[in-house]
């Protein structure tokens, strides 16, 4: 399972870091996503890392502002969140699918793919 933390409120313009911790398996064989949801709308997966941090990926609208990092003898993967918006105000989740090294699920935005999620961290970006 996954413990994610480091959500809060922070006004726009504004950082977080968010941290997903892994328990009960060893998270080196996993790449990792994040997803973002909104009350009442669909999640989103925003980004995605492979098992060694070779590979990593993001859906254009975020890339300049946010970074995906992973520290697998940490048993922990970070998402900084910079430059923070309004629009950016959701439960951010982390979730992980088995992969082979220095690649991405083939669908890694389907949460289907994915075999275990975290409770999720509120992000709450606000002046």
């Known amino acids: 399972q996954f413990v994610e933390s480091g959500g809060g409120l922070v006004q726009p313009g504004g950082s977080l870091k968010l941290s997903c911790v892994a328990s009960g398996f060893s998270l080196t064989s996993y790449a990792i996503a994040w997803f973002r949801q909104a009350p009442g709308k669909e999640s989103e997966a925003i980004s995605c890392i492979s098992t060694d941090a070779i590979i990593t990926y993001f859906i254009d609208s975020l890339k300049d502002r946010f970074t995906i990092s992973r520290d697998n003898a940490r048993q922990t993967v970070y998402l900084q969140m910079n430059s923070l918006q309004p629009e950016d105000s959701n439960v951010y989740y982390c979730?992980?699918?088995?992969?082979?090294?220095?690649?991405?699920?083939?669908?890694?935005?389907?949460?289907?793919?994915?075999?275990?999620w975290g409770q999720g961290t509120q992000v709450t970006v606000s002046s």
């Open positions: 979730a992980a699918a088995w992969a082979h090294p220095s690649i991405l699920p083939l669908e890694w935005a389907d949460d289907t793919e994915y075999e275990s």
